[in-house]
């Protein structure tokens, strides 16, 4: 089946800190992988996709690059800001379908401090 | 462009009680889904529908009833409230893993 595990939180961080948040996924067939964001209060919000294998999505200054051989699709931001406080969402869709389920990590809380 | 539209954004219910939140998007997604969201659990799929007049079960539907009468509207209806239902709620319309979030309803049962 599909699943995705991503490393628990919370994660705390200074400002200009180096961000990973690291995501693993279990897939049956060629997925697509995203990283979502929920600030507080709000909704999620797509933060940025790879849609096949050596993809690199890119947003924000966030970065993730889909690994198959590894099964990873690990978050990275070179330099945080507070205002990157927000849980963040690892998550997988089969690239089969265009119904759109996805199958969500559990959540990785971020904290970053002035 | 309103995308996911989801009513009320706080409730507060007595135990026993029924009420329906209320879900809509504009995007005509034929893909929609509710979760509910608790500290340290993620997000957890209740329900989903794939069009309208077909709808499934996800990982924790009991308690919990949905429709799909027309590809808009997706409300969940909560048949009699149980404090282990407070939580907070989010629709999501999608199309190929791309989500549409509504802005969460905050459900506390007492």
Known sequence: ?????????????????????NCTYT???????????????????LLLKATKADDKGSNKGFEATYRKETTSFHLEKGSVQVSDSAVYFC????????????????????TVWP | NAGVTQTPKFQVLKTGQSMTLQCAQDMNHEYMSWYRQDPGMGLRLIHYSVGAGIT???????????????????????????????????????????????????????
């Open chain 1, 1 to 21: 089946g599909n699943s995705v595990t991503q490393m628990e939180g919370p994660v705390t961080l200074s400002e200009e800190a180096f961000l990973t948040i």
């Open chain 1, 27 to 45: 897939a049956t067939g060629y997925p697509s992988l995203f990283w979502y964001v929920q600030y507080p209060g709000e909704g999620l919000q």
């Open chain 1, 91 to 110: 998550a997988l869709s089969d690239r089969g379908s265009t119904l759109g389920r996805l199958y969500f990590g559990r959540g990785t809380q971020l």
């Open chain 2, 56 to 110: 499934d079960q996800g990982e924790v539907p009991n308690g919990y009833n949905v429709s799909r009468s027309t590809t808009e509207d997706f409300p969940l209806r909560l048949l009699s409230a149980a404090p282990s239902q407070t939580s907070v709620y989010f629709c999501a319309s999608s199309y190929s893993g791309l989500a549409f979030f509504g802005q969460g309803t905050r459900l506390t049962v007492v």
